[in-house]
């Protein structure tokens, strides 16, 4: 639906867009992240047409952008962060308007603009001069009017920005209904409305992609580790010896809880390596009850952090080279250990 091809935005000697290449395939609902002044609107604002671009090329629904932009321009509607609604006009007036820019047939013109009101829910607001509705309400026109034309895309530049916490959840569970008939472009910084909504994520920091993937599998770009914790009813001592008896620990702490004889055990093992069953089992076969376990998955937000470098170690910042050697020769040294421990044993 949208394919986005070594794309460049220059401005004076600075690329806002700097040979950024992707594509959203029909149906998906794609979220689009990056900081401040990663180039998030500008690629927006080059993909509708708003803007030129330095190099690069833009297809939408097959056309391109540049050289057949009336027919690109008819697939997509778009929502800016501002929304362009005229506030001195009444709802319906607004969208009959927009219905007659879009070049509407006249005689599906009423019936568009009752489904786009259904839609988005603002049969109550229709007769009511925009300058008295609610932020709100007033995203909704905005997105009811790039809805008008019943396009195949919808690219929506920070559409909960500024929304109170029951705006946001009530535009967010809209955007789920729209993603059943259109494919979504939607730019945000709110890290749960892009987990709540998206099925793919691409990420941008100073115009170029840095990561594409489904929500799920993003925090696996990220983290070097699983962080496992878990609370085992045992003595200290036990509980202590069985995790020395884990194959791919990389590191662990034990501390003791305010349950009598409940052993809380943190640890870290290899990203590639799930060693939750072979705690299970052998905790289960030492007749050590395990009352409690769960695996620590970095957050959207955590990552968002690493990737972009706007956080720190303890917020997410980026693991360096040295620390995953340092992982890895402590890894290795203890398996060694291990093995020397077992052959002592066997003697």
Same mark, same amino acid.
């Given at each position: ?6 794309? &460049?935005?220059?401005? #004076? ?46 297809? &939408?629904? #097959?056309?391109? &952008? =540049?050289?057949?932009?009336?027919? +690109? ?23 009959? =308007? ?16 009752? *489904? ?39 690219? !929506? *530049?920070?559409?909960?920005?500024? !929304? ?13 209904? !729209? ?10 910084? $709110?890290?749960?409305?892009?987990? +709540? ?32 914790? =878990? ?15 884990? *194959?791919?620990? $990389?590191? =662990? ?20 390596? *799930? ?10 076969? +030492? ?61």
């Amino acid at each position: 639906m949208i394919e986005v091809k070594n794309l &460049v935005k220059r401005y #004076g000697d600075r690329n806002v867009v700097d040979d950024l290449s992707f594509t959203v395939d029909k149906g998906q609902v794609v979220g689009f992240l990056g900081p401040n002044g990663a180039g998030k609107s500008t690629t927006m604002n080059i993909i509708t047409g708003y803007i030129s671009a330095t190099e690069g090329e833009v297809k &939408v629904n #097959g056309y391109d &952008v =540049f050289e057949d932009p009336e027919k +690109a321009k008819a697939c997509i509607g778009y929502l800016p962060e501002q929304p362009p609604v005229y506030p001195d006009m009444k709802v319906r007036e607004y969208l009959a =308007f927009v219905a007659e820019l879009k070049k509407v047939d006249r005689e599906d013109r009423e019936k568009q603009i009752l *489904d786009v009101v259904r839609a988005t829910k603002i049969q109550d607001v229709s007769e009511r001069l925009i300058k008295h509705l609610s932020k709100g309400y007033r995203q909704r026109v905005g997105l009811a009017g790039a809805m008008i034309g019943n396009p195949d895309i919808l690219i !929506l *530049d920070e559409p909960t920005v500024g !929304l109170d916490p029951k705006q946001i959840i009530e535009i967010r569970n809209l955007i789920k209904e !729209l993603s059943k008939e259109h494919t979504i472009l939607i730019s945000s910084h $709110i890290m749960q409305e892009v987990n +709540a909504v998206c099925n793919q994520i691409l990420i941008i920091n100073q115009g170029k992609l840095i990561l594409s993937d489904t929500p799920e599998n993003i925090p696996e770009h990220i983290s070097q580790t699983n962080e496992i914790v =878990f609370r085992a009813k045992g003595e200290k001592n036990l509980v202590k010896s069985l995790v020395e008896k884990l *194959d791919d620990v $990389i590191d =662990f702490k034990i501390k003791r809880t305010e349950e009598q004889e409940v052993i809380q055990v943190e640890l870290s093992s290899p990203a590639n390596k *799930d060693v939750r069953e072979d705690i299970f089992f052998t905790f289960a076969e +030492a007749k050590c009850p395990i009352i409690e376990m769960n695996l620590n998955v970095p957050t959207l937000e955590e990552v968002f952090l690493r990737l972009t470098g706007e956080g720190t170690r303890q917020y997410g910042g980026k693991i360096s080279k040295d620390e995953r050697k340092k992982m890895k020769r402590k890894l290795i040294q203890q398996k060694r250990d291990k093995e020397e421990k077992s052959e002592e044993e066997a003697k």
